[in-house]
């Protein structure tokens, strides 16, 4: 049987976008009229098709019926969790890495006093949460001890939740995350799609906490060499549904659940960007989404800048793409500089 995905594309922002949707023109993005939508893009494994949505009612019966299933989820309110505000757009995820060997500032903040004035000063920039590491996944890295990566954070765990700092943990391993969740983390980022440790969904299911189910393919050893896929926006696609189906079976119910698509995570610079100007597609799965943009590979592909600390445009243009796309929350380093793009681009388009 013929399998269609619907992916809501032609948004508007702002001033405009409520216009139309009061108009009846365009559809509100999760009931929020100042990001819209007037068409989609109904895709198979083998053809993709755009059409206004007043179009919609000339398609087959079947065909109507699984684009309205698919606009219900689109059009559907996220509820507010952990810190995060699904009324506005984009969330930003301020990152604290606790490691000396991640990709972008390994060392830089690794140090008690380091580690919490630059969280202090990413929430004070912006940031609706802090995502906590002490394990680099960046590619080529390899996995340490459960012993050493709480040892990198605990310390600095506890400070930051004493001084009432929101806080989200990055990790692999389900020991840490129970560790983290007794001190008082909000919501738990797995990179590896919560199949590192068989362990993991037991925890999740145990203290029914939030947290992000991220795609990488392979393990951050080896995940860059040579990525394939038969189609790497819809094998995406598949695989949350299929991992949310498994979650349900598993008898976690709520809907507290962030879907990242893992951008440099086994995959190259075409999968990269057919994920990012694709991004709208996850919409129709029904729950928020989360892109970790901030000073990656594909940047550097596209500008020629190899240092990780010279990509920042790179990183503010692909975040105001990013929200025009209805992305909720961002994963980003630089705070300040991509509220300041974000908030200089609203009042512009606004105007």
Known sequence: MLRYYTRACNFYYGKHSVKLVNKRKALPLCQIKEISFDQIEILTRNSKKKIFINQIKKLSKSLRKKINFDLKKIKSKKKNFSNLNFKKYPNLLGVLNLTPDSFSDGGKFNTQKRGVYHAINLLKDGADLIDVGGESTRPGSKAISESLEWKRINKILKLLIKKKIPLSLDTRKSNIMEKGINQGVRLINDVSGLDFDINTISILKKYKIPFVIQHTQGHPENMQEK????????????????????????????????????????????????????????????????????????????????????????????????????????RIHDVNEVIQSLKVFKKIINN
Not at 242 to 265: A, Q, T, V, Y
Not at 269 to 274: D, P, R, T, V
Not at 291 to 309: E, T, W
């Open 227 to 330: 990525p394939t896929y038969k189609n790497e926006l819809l094998d995406i696609y598949d695989f949350f549904e299929e991992k949310i189906k498994l979650l349900r079976s598993k008898g976690i119910k709520h809907n507290n659940i962030i879907l990242d698509p893992g951008i440099g995570f086994g995959k190259n610079l075409k999968h990269n960007m057919s994920l990012i100007s694709n991004i709208s597609i996850f919409h129709s799965l029904g729950f928020p989404i989360l892109v970790g943009n901030s000073r990656k590979r594909f940047i550097k592909d596209l500008s020629g800048k190899n240092d990780s600390k010279l990509r920042i445009g790179g990183t503010t243009a692909s975040s105001i793409y990013l929200m025009m796309q209805g992305v909720q929350i961002l």
